[in-house]
């Protein structure tokens, strides 16, 4: 554990490792499968990857029982998504966002705004974000999709830096 501290494993393999010491008990989940988990893991955080290939390539490397065990202990921590995925893929991530204001999930939203935030926080790098149609569209939708605390909290830090506060788009009103 100390070694992959050191070494840039991937969180959710740290958590899992750490969790249970019987982790290496079998030849086929030795430390080295684990690397090579969490480099495809680390691949994965930063492009949209199909679950089925991700499931093949986490058996396929720790076995059957370890590989199903870890791709449980995935679905059960939620993590706040990056401001790259909401600023870059917002579509493909936007039913957690829903999903975490239904459940009351405060704590993640808050952790992903504050992510955005720090992204954005030098003038230089919003200005790129606002340069860019994509990615300012994806920006627009993700403060229209807070709820109102939380988006008028994001509008107001836009305001006190002199920012432009992009264009959120109507929400359809779904009739009875």
Not at 23 to 32: A, H, L
Not at 114 to 139: G, H, T
């Amino acid at each position: 554990m100390e070694w992959a501290g050191h070494n840039n494993i991937h969180p959710s393999i740290l958590d899992y490792v750490g969790s249970d010491p019987t982790t290496f008990d079998s030849p086929v989940s030795n430390p080295r499968a684990w690397k090579y988990l969490s480099d495809i893991l680390r691949a994965a955080d930063k492009k949209s990857y199909d679950r089925k290939t991700l499931r093949a390539a986490v058996v396929g490397l720790v076995g059957d029982q370890r590989g199903i065990a870890f791709l449980r202990s995935l679905k059960q921590i939620d993590h706040p998504l990056t401001a790259d995925k909401i600023l870059g893929s917002y579509g493909r991530c936007r039913a957690a966002v829903t999903a975490w204001i239904k459940e009351g999930r405060t704590d993640l939203l808050e952790n992903t705004l504050l992510a955005v935030k720090k992204c954005l926080q030098p003038k230089s790098d919003f200005e790129q974000v606002k340069a860019d149609a994509k990615r300012w569209d994806n920006f627009g939708a993700f403060i229209g999709d807070l709820p109102g605390d939380l988006r008028e909290q994001m509008k107001l830090w836009l305001k006190e830096r002199n920012y432009d506060i992009p264009q959120t788009p109507k929400k359809k009103i779904k009739k009875p």
